[in-house]
C-alpha cells in the first residue's frame, strides 16, 4: 500500500491470490462440516456448507483488494455503514462460527496462511469431544416430536410420565424444550430414527391415558431451539 499516494492501486499478484481462494475453500468445506456436526442447535447441517463457501472466498477477495490502497479501504467502511441486516442472528453460537470464518476470510486475505491454517487446527480440535460425543448420544437421523397435551381433562398427567414412554421405545432421545400453560403442555423431544409405528405407540398410549394430544413430527427440521 502506497501511503504516499494513496490513490495508487498496486497490482494483485494472480498467483497469491489463487492459492488462498483453494486453501480458503478447503478450510470453509472442513469448518462448515466440523460445525454441523458439532453445534448443539437443532438446524440442519447442509446449510452451513453454502455459507461457509461464499463466505470465507468473499472476504479473502475483499481483504486482497482493499490492501493495495488506502483509498479503497475507506471506501469499504463507508460502504458499509450503509450496509443493514434485516434478519438478526438470535443465536451467539451461530455468531461465533460466522465470526470466525471472518477470521479465516481476513487471515488468508491478509496473507497470513500459516498462521490461520494453525490457528484453524488448534480450534477445529476443541471441537472434537463435541462431536464425539454427540455421535455417541444420538444418530445423524434425527426427527422432532412436539407433543401438546391438553389440560382440559380430568386425568393427572405428569411430565415424567412421558419420559417412561420414550423409554420404551428404545430410542436416543434428549428432551429440547418444555412450555407448561393453564391450558396446556407442550414437550419439545428431539428423538433418533423414529417410525411411524412409534408415532403410533406414542398415539395410543395417549388415548390409553385418557388425554387429548396433538403429535407435530419434523424430519430434519431447521428449527432453533
Not at 472442513?30 to 456436526?37: C, K, M, Q, S
Not at 463457501?53 to 477477495?61: A, G, S
Not at 463435541?130 to 455417541?136: F, M, V, W
Not at 444418530?139 to 412421558?162: G, R, V
Request: a negative charge; hydrophobic letters at 50%; glycine letters at 4%.
Amino acid at each position: 500500500m502506497d501511503f504516499g499516494n494513496p490513490y495508487i492501486v498496486t497490482d494483485i499478484p494472480l498467483v497469491e491470490l489463487t492459492a488462498n481462494l483453494s486453501i480458503g475453500v478447503v478450510l470453509a468445506i472442513l469448518w462448515a462440516y466440523i460445525v454441523g456436526n458439532a453445534t448443539r442447535l437443532v438446524v440442519d447441517q447442509k446449510q452451513y456448507l453454502p455459507i461457509f463457501l461464499l463466505l470465507i472466498p468473499t472476504m479473502i477477495l475483499i481483504i486482497t483488494i482493499i490492501k493495495s490502497s488506502i483509498a479503497l479501504s475507506l471506501g469499504l467502511v463507508g460502504a458499509l455503514s450503509i450496509v443493514r441486516f434485516r434478519t438478526p442472528i438470535k443465536e451467539p453460537e451461530e455468531l461465533l462460527y460466522i465470526f470466525f470464518a471472518i477470521a479465516i476470510g481476513l487471515g488468508l486475505g491478509a496473507n497470513q496462511t500459516l498462521p490461520t491454517i494453525l490457528t484453524f487446527i488448534i480450534i477445529s480440535a476443541t471441537f472434537l469431544p463435541s462431536i464425539l460425543d454427540k455421535r455417541k448420544k444420538i444418530q445423524p437421523s434425527h426427527s422432532l416430536i412436539d407433543l401438546s397435551i391438553s389440560k382440559n381433562t380430568e386425568k393427572e398427567f405428569k411430565i415424567a410420565e412421558i419420559e417412561d414412554e420414550l423409554n420404551k421405545l428404545n430410542k436416543a432421545y434428549k428432551v429440547k424444550r418444555i412450555v407448561s400453560s393453564n391450558a396446556s403442555i407442550e414437550v419439545l423431544v428431539e428423538c433418533a430414527n423414529v417410525s411411524l409405528s412409534d408415532l403410533d405407540s406414542l398415539t395410543g398410549w395417549f388415548e390409553q391415558k385418557g388425554l387429548e394430544v396433538d403429535i407435530a413430527f419434523t424430519d430434519a427440521a431447521r428449527i432453533i431451539t
